[in-house]
């Protein structure tokens, strides 16, 4: 019981705490827009770990946030291991080279009509294609190594990158398009000069969308075939082992990664569409 008025007492003081800075004339500095979340989940942690405490939940069921953690400063090296494996040679090579499939042929589609009545549909159908059913295929093509958890990226980054650039590089502003051409600038001048230029707000929601998948089709892959590493082979051998806790390690370690990997895209916009609207204030 103790542990539950710890917590009342401290989501009450999270809570005024919160009010306080959203109220005060800090409200829109940066410091305070990240302590309101940090205290928001903060009070989560300290409820959860009050809730297995008071009603005596099982690990096995549910670990508390400091098993967890002990856990997690006991694995450190596994977890860098997966980390490697999962995130920086499958997720991150499979981005890149699905973002850069994915932008050439938009500039493809966009060049030609017969590319877009054909090509565009038959991506639609493929987007739509479950993960759990494509991935246990390009494992047995490209083996359990990260090539195969490469290909499932690839497959899941390329077709939000695809539709978010052909749209991009559509919106082009029709009064500048015939300025250029009264320039006597060609298809590619004009594209280089003004259509990618003007697109990148679009092709950035197409990368952070990207983003977010690419590490959940590493992640997935690796529960159909994996070598003795990497976090999805981690995740399931853990289930199955009744190591929840271990579990939990390798979900915090894809949180902060895929935050970590989100984070940098939207740097990355902000830094090179500093001049559209959505960057302003």
Known sequence: MSWMIFAFVFWIGAWGANIAL?????????????????LFG?????????????????PAILPAPS???????????????????????????GYLMGVLAGFVVAVLIDRSPFLTRGLLPI????????????????VSWFGFD????????????????????????RETDAMLRDLMKTYAAGYFKTLLKLRI??????????????????LIGAIVAEYFGSPTRGMGFRISTGVGS?????????????????????GIVAFIEKKVTFWHPSQRG
């Open 67 to 93: 098993a967890v953690a002990e856990r997690f400063a006991n694995s450190t090296g596994m977890l860098w291991e997966d980390f490697v494996q999962t995130v920086l040679k499958g997720a991150l090579r």
């Open 197 to 214: 230029p003007a697109a990148m707000p679009f092709i950035f929601n197409g990368l952070k969308v990207a983003a977010t998948l690419a």
């Open 42 to 58: 903060l009070t989560i942690v300290v409820l959860w770990e009050a809730v297995v405490h008071s009603f005596a939940i099982s």
């Open 242 to 262: 009744l190591s929840i806790d271990l579990v939990w390690a390798e979900i915090v370690v894809a949180a902060l990664a895929g935050t970590a990997f989100y």
């Open 22 to 38: 959203v109220r005060s004339r800090l409200s829109d500095t940066t410091a305070v827009k990240y302590t309101v979340p940090i």
């Open 146 to 169: 990260w090539h195969s958890k490469a290909a499932v990226v690839v497959v899941m980054v390329f077709f939000p990158v695809l539709v978010n650039t052909v749209q991009g590089l």
């Open 123 to 138: 991506g639609n159908f493929v987007a739509a294609l479950p993960i759990v059913g494509v991935a246990p295929i390009l």
